[in-house]
């Protein structure tokens, strides 16, 4: 168990637990947290977690965890860890079964006078387009050919079928289509998961938010994105479904070998890893590619039907409607990066699980756009409470491998929750707020209560005071969906 | 009911515990169904025939309930009740079973995924005991 003696203070908002902490770390522990959140974690496991990430082979600088961290399984929630290339470790653990998790912010120019007495349809036609809930069918049947073509090219699938433009492509991460993905690394069961459910939003936390911009912080960097006081956006996050899921269970069962195969000794089998030059890691690091291509067509067709919902609620009826992509980041992902450590410029495949790619301005793949304010990281909060749109900093390309936080983060079990929390009673209290609610589930909505999670707005001071992210608009919810 | 959910921030978790191995796949199942707010009693029987092999007995077991979830989100279908026919355990481990399912009419919540995390079969005054920890 590590306790507040263990931990040494960098600024009010950033701590180390040094290597020196547990023999077998072989790179410290970097906390991006206030006082108050990091004690918040000591009751769970969260930084047990990254001391256990923290033993991965071929790691460079250090585990870096941000604020909205919580216990997760094996590698912490708000996880970053990057091993060298080709030498060090993938593993898929460190990355999630939700592969390509992520959030897409589509900007429209409604505001919200005209939009208020219109938002009960826009939740109703949103919930009606974009399929939620347990296991849920899509919008979009895929043939087994299809599916490949969907692993290979992501988003740019959605374009050649007219599902997407050019600038909703160009405003997603890497373009909506990581190279290197191997569809035949794929296993036929996570293929057949994959194919029944593209288009859709699953269950859990995932979700679709109508926002309106509450305020503005950053007016150069929000108008670079289309964001305007008063005026309504939209939220999806989601990732890859079961594919991902599945993907990540196959990997994570064979290498549970693989790691003796290479004489790796971990503290957590959820750990288990490949080195990425091996044939399981290159196998692993094809199969990742390609799921998180699906994800990226996944949510370019939510976007779709969010547009189509959109449209039927308000041509006629308001000017500007149309929705705009203003980016589309992961958050659970692996990614070959270039990264300056300790003065060395390395290749290393930087791992987030829980953490938002937060690329500073000037960093390469940027549209042009977004080239001098940096990337927008999305950092959505629970029903009920603001999200934010930030941009990564050149501190964080220097202090966090170019990663931010990605929410709110959990504070309370599930069980708990579900205990404490009535769906139905939460609904109406959402609704007294004016947020319109449509959700499948009612358990399922009391354990994604506002109250189950950490206050955003405490997470976001602390990722802008410690200079890892800078302020650009908060969001306030109008309409949740969720399944 | 030999098993209890334990508090975990993000996911579900569960500590189960039985006589043996057999029992504690059999527990495990009906700790899945509790977890998810699943009764698969109605309807019409469907049996489904698993045959698996791990190499120890932490993967077995999620091996054994990854089929469950993948039954449960891919086919629509619960456990009713479980038959194991073979359960080997010298060298690698050998199950196969026959589960008796049926069409799941209301679920609360699928679980997406078994993980490792700190997976371990225990011995202990209860028989077996183990602390899954499952992805929702």
Known sequence: MV?????????????????SFRHDMRVPVRIFADRRLLEQVLGDKSLEQAVNAATLPGLVGAVVVMPDMHQGYGFPIGGVAATEYPRGVV??????????????LLASGVDLEAAEPHLDRLATLLNLYCPSGVGKEGTVRV????LERVLREGARWALKQGYADEADLARTEEGGCLDGANPAAVSERAKARGREQIGSLGAGNHFIEVDVVEQVFDARAAAAMGLRAGCLCVQIHCGSRGLGHQVCTDYVQSFQSAVRRYNISLPDRELVCAPMDSPEGQAYLGA????????FANRQLLAQSARRAFEETFAGKATDWHLRQVYDIAHNMGKVESHDVNGKRVKVCVHRKGATRAFGPGAPGLPPEY???????????????????????EQSMLRSFGSSCHGAGRVMSRAKAKHEIRGEELRRDLEKQGIQVRAGSMPGLAEEAPQAYKDVDAVVETVCAAGIARKVARLRPLAVIKG | MPFEELAHTADWAVRVWSDDLQGLLAESVRAVNALSGLNPAAGPRLNRRLELQAEDA???????????VYLMEQENLGVRSLHITRLEGDGPFRLEAELECAAVQAVHKLIKAVTYHNLQIRPTERGLEVEIVFDV
């Open chain 2, 58 to 68: 932490e993967s077995l077991l999620v091996a054994f309930l990854s089929e469950i």
């Open chain 1, 143 to 146: 043939t087994v050919a299809e």
């Open chain 1, 371 to 393: 080239r001098e304010i940096g990337q927008p990281v999305l950092v959505p909060g629970s029903m009920g409470t603001a999200s934010w749109v930030l941009v990564g900093t």
């Open chain 1, 3 to 19: 306790g507040l003696q263990d931990l040494l203070r960098i600024s009010d908002y950033e701590w180390e637990i040094p290597q």
């Open chain 1, 91 to 104: 593993s898929p653990g460190a990355i999630g079964y939700d592969i390509n998790c992520g959030v897409r």
């Open chain 1, 288 to 295: 990742m590619r390609a799921v998180a291509n699906f994800a």
